[in-house]
């Protein structure tokens, strides 16, 4: 059975990535005059793989993320649970992954089933695994982002590094030529559940051992007490989802997460090579 998939293409532009070459130049001057070290002291790192404790011992990256190279007409698939089916916005297109399509300029593939996960299934379809299992191989997305999910939060251990392991192997085989990035679950809910911040954890490690960028909106704050309320929709429609609003907001950091991708591989590509130069 094949799931449906629902296209958003942008309806402008990429008129705010314009000033990317210019600040990637910027930024490449600033590392050289930083003692050679391509990554300013000074940048945001959400998104870069980290050291995840693991027992006693600390379970470091094996490699660097690719650069990421993102072209305006490129196709996103955006695969997750009711967060990218875009629940409790007044109209699921005014959900997060529809409205990266003008965020980013591309066109947006959304795939999302409310309540499912890695281990669990949704309301309007299976589990992740089974999920990417009927996707489309023509579909030949440029990227993918993959959320989620809190909604494993419950079933949580037995069984999950398995399922990532599984999922992420399929969606690898499915497009080889894809690149990946890793969303990992927000908080509906504050302060953010055990398990929830377990699943993060977890997650971030995966992708590091793949050398693929992962982004953690609980590591950087994006839902927090001073924006609770004007993020998430908490009434008996809502149930703990983002509003209209908060979908917005989500898509602005997203896209600002993806861009910072972008930037930081612009650093790299123009940084002067030499002997005493530290890579990332």
């Known amino acids: 059975m094949t799931y449906p998939l629902l296209m958003h293409a942008p309806g402008r532009t990429r008129a705010r ?75 699921p297109t005014l959900g997060f992954a529809y409205l990266l399509a003008d965020e980013l300029g591309v066109e947006t593939v959304v795939n999302g089933v409310r309540g499912s996960g890695y281990l669990k299934p949704g309301l309007d379809g299976p589990a992740y695994g089974e999920r990417i299992a009927a996707l489309d191989p023509a579909l030949d997305p440029d990227l993918i982002i993959v959320e989620g999910s809190i909604n494993d939060r419950k079933l949580y251990p037995t069984g999950y590094r398995d399922a990532v392991t599984a999922a992420w192997d399929a969606l690898e085989a499915r497009y080889p030529e894809a690149t990946i990035v890793v969303l990992g679950p927000s908080p509906q809910v504050l302060p953010v559940e055990s398990a929830t911040r377990a699943i ?39 149930r703990d989802h983002p509003s209209t609003d908060g ?30 130069t530290v890579a990332p």
Do not use: K
């Open 247 to 276: 979908h917005a907001y989500l898509a602005g950091r997203v896209a600002d997460a993806i861009e910072r991708m972008e930037q930081q591989a612009a650093v790299v590509a123009d940084a002067p090579h030499d002997e005493e």
């Open 17 to 91: 990535r314009l000033w990317l070459p210019l600040l990637g130049a910027a930024l490449a001057v600033a590392a050289v005059c930083a003692v050679a070290v391509l990554r300013p002291w000074g940048a945001p790192e959400p998104v870069a793989p980290v050291a995840v404790a693991e027992g006693d011992a600390a379970v470091a990256a094996s490699a660097p993320p690719a650069p990421l190279v993102l072209e305006d007409d490129a196709r996103v698939l955006v695969f997750g649970d009711s967060w990218v089916y875009g629940s409790a916005a007044t109209v």
């Open 200 to 238: 993060d954890a977890e997650l971030s490690e995966l992708a590091a051992g793949r050398g693929w960028w992962y982004i953690s909106p609980i590591a950087e704050d994006w839902i927090t007490t001073a924006n609770y309320l004007d993020v998430i929709d908490t009434g008996p429609i809502g």
